[in-house]
């Protein structure tokens, strides 16, 4: 089982940047696929990014592809989401998740372990 705890959200003017940062306990972290995901309250939570659990593939969803990056350290026990061009649409509380046998895909229910989420507010 693994931990998952997210950092890096805030406040940023539409065009800005962040880093959101996922870090996960136990000894494993190498062996799992990755993904963030993000929700607007009232809606339902949707695909951001994923990674395998190498990081050498990586999918995005289109509204965000050329603007956000997924990357990881395993070395680190961290998933990072690098946030460029940020928009107002972007604005919601972002979640990693993380699972061991499914590998990196798009689907929420694939990834039983979840943090606890991290705001990003974008002003326009």
């Known amino acids: 089982q693994v931990q998952l705890v997210e950092s890096g959200g805030g406040l940023v003017q539409a065009g800005g940047s962040l880093r959101l940062s996922c870090v996960a306990s136990?000894?494993?972290?190498?062996?799992?696929?990755m993904g963030w995901f993000r929700q607007i309250p009232g809606k339902e939570r949707e695909f951001v990014a994923c990674?395998?659990?190498?990081?050498?593939?990586?999918y995005y969803t289109d509204s965000v592809k050329g603007r956000f990056t997924i990357s990881r350290d395993n070395a680190k026990n961290t998933v990072y989401l690098q946030m460029n061009s940020l928009k107002s649409e972007d604005t919601a509380v972002y979640y990693c998740?993380?699972?061991?046998?499914?590998?990196?895909?798009?689907?929420?229910?694939?990834?039983?372990?979840w943090g606890q989420g991290t705001q990003v507010t974008v002003s326009s």
């Open positions: 998740a993380g699972n061991r046998n499914t590998g990196a895909v798009r689907t929420e229910t694939a990834y039983p372990y």
């Open positions: 990674i395998t659990s190498s990081g050498d593939i990586k």
């Open positions: 136990g000894r494993t972290f190498g062996s799992y696929a």
